[in-house]
């Protein structure tokens, strides 16, 4: 069974920078793209940044020059790097992934951290 957990949210002022991190883990044979997205109260849940296996990027305009995302194969962890938080980056924030396992491939999510941004 494969599990994705999620840490480093928390409540931080405007400016202000967070680390999210994600581990997988279980019967993983690859893993494949990356993604975090996050889930504001009353809207819908968007993608911020992706990254493939091969490392390319992908953010949302929203976040661009803000967020860098990034993983570690071999841990089997995608990070994302949140500077210069603003209040509308609040959100539930979930780590996503696209993982093969032995048996077939999937897409997982984790529970999801809260990122609260204050003014």
């Known amino acids: 069974q494969v599990q994705l957990v999620e840490s ?9 920078s967070l680390r999210l991190s994600c581990v997988a883990s279980g019967n993983i044979f690859r893993i494949n ?7 504001a109260p009353g809207k819908q849940r968007e993608l911020v940044a992706a990254i493939t296996s091969a490392g390319s990027t992908n953010y949302d305009d929203s ?3 803000r967020f860098t995302i990034s993983r570690t194969n071999a841990k089997k962890t995608v990070y994302l790097q949140m500077n210069s938080l603003k209040p509308e980056d609040t959100a539930v924030y979930y780590c996503n992934a696209d ?4 048996y077939r491939g999937n897409d997982y999510w984790g529970q999801g951290t809260q990122v609260t941004v204050s003014s």
């Open 33 to 39: 793209a990356m993604a975090w997205y996050r889930q």
């Open 8 to 16: 480093g949210g928390g409540l931080v002022q405007a400016g202000g």
């Open 99 to 102: 993982i093969t396992t032995p």
């Open 63 to 65: 976040v661009k020059g």
